[in-house]
């Protein structure tokens, strides 16, 4: 019984560290302070702009140059977002890890479930 005991204590400790990992969604502006870490940005989807090289750029919180954050989506996994340019102008979620780029932070995209519509 006292193992029992000690698991439940355990699993009732852990729960609150769990509901404290759940993020927040940052401003596309903050970013910059979190290269390297698994986020998720919310912001306007500004504009959508596909390149001739078949990468989709969706700029967040502004329209390029002065876009603080990207969400890229490769030509190889261009497939998995058949609707993207659906997003022009609608506020997204973009979840992942982000790079820097350029001097600019990123998200690359490789499965639709990490960017979502409000």
Do not use: C, W
């Not at 078949?54 to 002065?66: A, E, M």
């Not at 609608?90 to 990123?106: A, N, Q």
Request: no cysteine; net charge positive; charged share 15%.
């Amino acid at each position: 019984m006292k193992s029992l005991v000690v698991f439940l204590g355990f699993a009732s400790a852990s729960a609150p560290a769990l509901a404290q990992t759940a993020a927040q969604p940052i401003a596309p502006a903050d970013a910059m302070a979190h290269i390297g870490q698994s986020v998720t940005v919310e912001g306007a989807a500004n504009n959508v702009v596909t390149v001739r090289s078949g990468v989709t750029l969706i700029n967040i919180g502004g329209r390029y140059p002065d876009n603080p954050f990207t969400a890229v989506i490769l030509a190889a996994d261009a497939s998995k977002f058949p609707d993207i340019n659906a997003l022009n102008g609608k506020t997204v979620d973009i979840s992942g890890p982000v790079k820097l780029y350029r001097g600019k932070p990123e998200i690359v995209l490789s499965d639709a479930a990490q960017i979502k519509a409000k």
